[in-house]
């Protein structure tokens, strides 16, 4: 879908400037409710990453990153659902509009992190989408999680939904590079492209595997793997 066709996508869902303008305004609040969803997010990672940096001798965390999701994007994703732009239909039908991504060194250490951040009270787990497990196709591996979270204004509560995708140093490796690739939304990759994509994929996948089998052999390394199971 080009830029044309989402603009007049998003001009169809207004009758008049009045309604235009309402729902501009509706626009920035929402962004504003996904905003501090993420950081209601990103602050108890970086809680738990200053935990272990002062009172462990390794961190499981190694980056945290966050995004919202663009207006183009999300204009996007309801065409594709062939939803009309709209507060309510970006609240009911999309839960990756605010995104947190967090860095692990080791597979045991996204597990171990997932099961920290899901076992806080005010978290409420929603979804899991095991990509490490059982990677997508091309090869992509991650663990996703949609997590709703309370963001308190002034005078009310807001339930918000933060995808949050947890990793490895080397499967987020693969998937900034792929992403590189893909870049062009509207190319299709040659075939041998995305095979040898995948062989990239499988390659790393069995560094990850080694390189934490290594790691178990250190006197310093706590093995998560028991948490494993969400």
């Given at each position: 879908?080009?830029n044309?066709?989402i ?10 400037p009045?309604t ?5 305004l509706e626009f920035q609040q ?5 905003d501090?969803g ?8 970086d809680?738990?990453?200053?935990e272990?940096n ?7 965390i ?12 999300i204009?996007e994703?309801l065409?594709?659902k062939h939803l009309?732009v ?6 009911e ?7 947190v991504?967090v860095?692990?060194?080791f597979i045991s250490?996204?597990?171990h ?20 497990k059982?990677?997508?196709p091309?090869?992509?591996?991650s ?10 204004l002034?005078e009310q509560?807001?339930?918000?939904p933060v995808?949050?995708q947890?990793r490895t ?5 693969w998937a900034?590079l ?11 990759m040659p075939?041998?492209?995305d095979?040898e994509l995948k062989n990239c994929?499988?390659i790393i ?7 934490q089998n290594?790691?178990k052999n ?6 998560y793997?028991e948490?494993?199971?969400?």
């Amino acid at each position: 879908m080009n830029n044309e066709v989402i603009i007049r996508k998003a001009q169809e869902a207004f009758t008049d400037p009045q309604t235009m303008y309402k729902s501009i305004l509706e626009f920035q609040q929402l962004l504003m409710l996904y905003d501090a969803g993420i950081k209601q997010i990103t602050t108890k990672f970086d809680i738990l990453q200053e935990e272990f940096n002062t009172t462990h001798q390794r961190n499981p965390i190694e980056a945290i990153h966050s995004r919202i999701k663009d207006p183009m994007s999300i204009i996007e994703k309801l065409g594709r659902k062939h939803l009309s732009v709209s507060y309510k239909n970006i609240v009911e039908n999309l839960s990756d509009v605010a995104g947190v991504r967090v860095v692990c060194p080791f597979i045991s250490d996204v597990y171990h992190v997932a099961k920290m951040i899901t076992t806080q009270n005010d978290i409420n787990l929603i979804q899991v989408k095991d990509y490490i497990k059982e990677p997508k196709p091309n090869g992509y591996r991650s663990l996703h999680l949609i997590v709703n979270v309370d963001v308190y204004l002034s005078e009310q509560k807001h339930i918000i939904p933060v995808e949050i995708q947890i990793r490895t140093i080397a499967m987020d490796f693969w998937a900034s590079l792929e992403h590189q690739l893909h870049y062009k939304k509207d190319f299709k990759m040659p075939d041998n492209v995305d095979s040898e994509l995948k062989n990239c994929a499988d390659i790393i996948a069995e560094t990850d595997s080694r390189m934490q089998n290594l790691a178990k052999n250190l006197p310093n390394f706590k093995d998560y793997s028991e948490d494993s199971n969400l």
